[in-house]
């Protein structure tokens, strides 16, 4: 059973080990974690990292506040576990670890969404149809808002 349990498609809800999550210090870094959840094939950039959560920022001040979220971040879901479980850090790079026990609804969401497509089994299909429509529960981060950056928000 994952241990991090992170609903994106309705209400933003983050779970972890049956506790939520309302210990965040802002919306950006929520949303710094459902972005690493959900983009977790690869590292990200720092540089990237800065662009799209403090685009308003020069360099300096954008990496302390990355810092200070990646802080607040990695000691709130230290509940029960090292954070290393949840996350690969790097001077330049990070990323929410692949192999760590989270589970996002979206990632589950698009899974039959895509099995659906590849077979031709009518009846299937439509099972797998249904279990993505039992999953979907609203709008994609509903509330959730960085009106500071637009590209987020896009």
């Avoid at 790079?93 to 009518?122: G, K, M, Y």
């Amino acid at each position: 059973m994952p241990r991090l349990r992170i609903t994106t498609l309705g209400s933003l809800t983050i779970v972890l080990d049956d506790t939520l999550l309302t210990r965040f210090e802002s919306d950006k870094a929520r949303a710094l974690l459902v972005y690493l959840a959900i983009e977790n094939t690869h590292p990200h950039r720092r540089e990237r990292l800065l662009t799209l959560f403090w685009p308003e920022l020069s360099d300096q001040p954008a990496r302390k506040n990355l810092s200070r979220t990646l802080y607040r971040l990695r000691q709130t879901l230290k509940e029960g576990t090292t954070a290393s479980t949840f996350f690969h850090i790097d001077r330049h790079t990070l990323q929410l670890n692949p192999a760590s026990p989270c589970w996002i609804d979206v990632q589950a969401f698009r899974e039959p969404l895509h099995q659906a497509t590849q077979i031709d089994e009518p009846a299937r299909s439509l099972a797998l149809l249904q279990h993505a429509a039992e999953l979907y529960q609203g709008d994609f981060l509903a509330g959730v808002s960085l009106v500071d950056s637009e590209e987020f928000e896009t």
